[in-house]
């Protein structure tokens, strides 16, 4: 990654940014949280976490959730806003499969990370990712195409998941990932990113998990994960678990499907996670925050 040259940032450009418009695709946008510390002229690199929405897209309040974490570890934030209504008007699910309608959700949020990066000084080969609910689906099955890519990723709740199962066709499995993205699945790669598995131990409504023979992305066998999102987010664990992926879950006491009160343990582990790699990656500097 090339350190960009310093420039004057607006008003718009620090702190809790405004919504941009990616250059990709400019039916998505992103905003952004830069610590105080923020130095244009100087040499320093920030680590980066990336917070992707649920269905209900409150990018910019998720993105304001996490100004703490992020002037105690002196860490950038970058929430993309996938919209809902693209393609179809009633549709609210694009962005939790990758790939939909040819928009390849993955490849829109990687060149949001290369745009930022020739903003600020960011380290954007490796970056923190959470989600939550379909930001959960969205999360887990990035980290399938792009392990190279996680320093680490929190999966929150999600109504769905994706196995890693070579039997079972993809979304429910990963059979005909290579065919539908040109990527196959990196087990070393994906050994090397330690996974948060959250949720809380009261989120145990189905009315919006079943999927239904009516739905647009009915596949046999699509609820045979469980009934539960906890059902559903344990068979994930133990799926990748079988292929030795360093997992932890992690129970929020006391919590149903509610985003913001799972977010202290996800806290944690981007902190531990960041600690760690800022260890062995003399790239991204430990700045005192100011």
Known sequence: MTTPQPTKLS??????TTLYASRYDQ????????????????????????????????????????VDFAEANQCIV??????????????LNNYKHILYHGIRYDLVLLD?????????????DKFLMHGFSGGGQFVHRFLYLHPQRLMG?????????????DDKDWWIGIRGMEERFGI?????????????????????????????????????GINDAGETRIDRLKALQRG???LGVKTRFDFVPGVAHHGVLIQQPVKAFFTETLSHYRTTTPLIAARTPA
Do not use: K
């Open 11 to 16: 008003f718009y450009r620090r702190g809790r």
């Open 184 to 220: 196959s699945l990196d087990i070393d790669a994906l050994r090397s990113v330690p996974v948060q598995l959250v949720i809380g131990d009261n989120d145990i409504e189905t009315w919006e998990v079943t999927v239904r023979t009516t739905s647009n992305f009915w596949m046999e």
């Open 112 to 124: 949001m990370i290369e745009e930022i990066s020739a903003i600020y000084r960011v380290h954007a």
């Open 78 to 91: 970058l929430a993309p806003l996938f919209p809902s209504g693209i393609i179809h008007p009633n549709d």
């Open 240 to 242: 990748l678990d079988s």
């Open 27 to 66: 039916r998505f946008s992103y905003c952004c949280y830069v610590p105080e510390s923020y130095d244009e002229a100087a040499q320093d690199v920030y680590p980066l976490a990336v917070l992707v929405h649920h269905t209900g897209r409150t990018a910019s309040l998720l993105r304001d959730e996490f």
């Open 153 to 165: 990723a929190s999966v929150g709740a999600p109504g769905t998941v994706t196995l890693p199962d």
